[in-house]
T-cell receptor
Framework: RKEVEQDPGPFNVPEGATVAFNCTYS??????FFWYRQDCRKEPKLLMS???SGNEDGRFTAQLNRASQYISLLIRDSKLSDSATYLC???????????FGTGTRLKVLA | NAGVTQTPKFQVLKTGQSMTLQCAQD?????MYWYRQDPGMGLRLIYY???????DKGEVPNGYNVSRLNKREFSLRLESAAPSQTSVYFC?????????????FGPGTRLTVL
């Protein structure tokens, strides 16, 4: 089993739609969680950190469920510019290693 | 503010050739990382440097060596390139490696080994 698993997609959604991605992780000692965004042939960039109580940044909401070991990302009112690959990242405590999922590809259609 | 820079951006090597990928950051970060990204595999950690003067192996270190030249620079060397090392290589840095820090990535080096 991979340490961090994501549905690769693609998720094809119309503009204005709401879309959600999940990510599961296997290491219960995981300490920190993040969502990164990666555009085609570009470097990953931090979208948002994920906090235990859940957090929101504009149209983006992230949730953490430690009991079930998954994190989620909800995007409301999708824009064409949201088309990208979304990477789930987990940081197990006691290491210096960030563990990346393989990413979920989102395509927002006009 | 340049952030994380990588050179070269593209490189084609023949099997058995050697090369060094350069990475520098200007954010005074303590920790630096080298990843490779292959289709369907996600980013995999090759080596990391938690702080100046230290380096450690990641998930896929075989065939690579690294040097943390100073706080700013972290290089990755391929001593004898193999086709399996064809990939996109990303360098990243973070402030302290405490796990709550944002990682900042360079633009990547696209390497093809023939």
């Amino acid at each position: 089993r991979k340490e961090v698993e994501q549905d690769p997609g693609p998720f094809n959604v119309p503009e204005g739609a709401t879309v959600a991605f999940n990510c599961t992780y296997s290491n219960s000692a995981s300490q920190s969680f993040f969502w990164y965004r990666q555009d085609c042939r570009k470097e990953p960039k931090l979208l948002m950190s994920v906090y235990s109580s859940g957090n929101e940044d504009g149209r983006f909401t992230a949730q953490l469920n430690r009991a079930s070991q998954y994190i989620s990302l909800l995007i409301r009112d999708s824009k064409l510019s949201d088309s990208a690959t979304y990477l789930c990242v987990v940081y197990p405590s006691g290491t210096y290693k960030y563990i990346f999922g393989t990413g979920t590809r989102l395509k927002v259609l006009a | 503010n340049a952030g994380v820079t990588q050179t070269p951006k593209f490189q084609v090597l023949k099997t058995g050739q050697s090369m060094t990928l350069q990475c520098a950051q200007d954010m005074n970060h303590n920790s630096m990382y080298w990843y490779r990204q292959d289709p369907g595999m996600g980013l995999r950690l090759i080596y990391y440097s938690a702080s100046e003067g230290t380096t450690d192996k990641g998930e896929v270190p075989n065939g690579y060596n690294v040097s943390r030249l100073n706080k700013r620079e972290f290089s990755l060397r391929l001593e004898s390139a193999a086709p399996s090392q064809t990939s996109v290589y990303f360098c990243a840095s973070s402030e302290g490696g405490a796990g709550t820090d944002t990682q900042y990535f360079g633009p990547g080096t696209r390497l093809t080994v023939l």
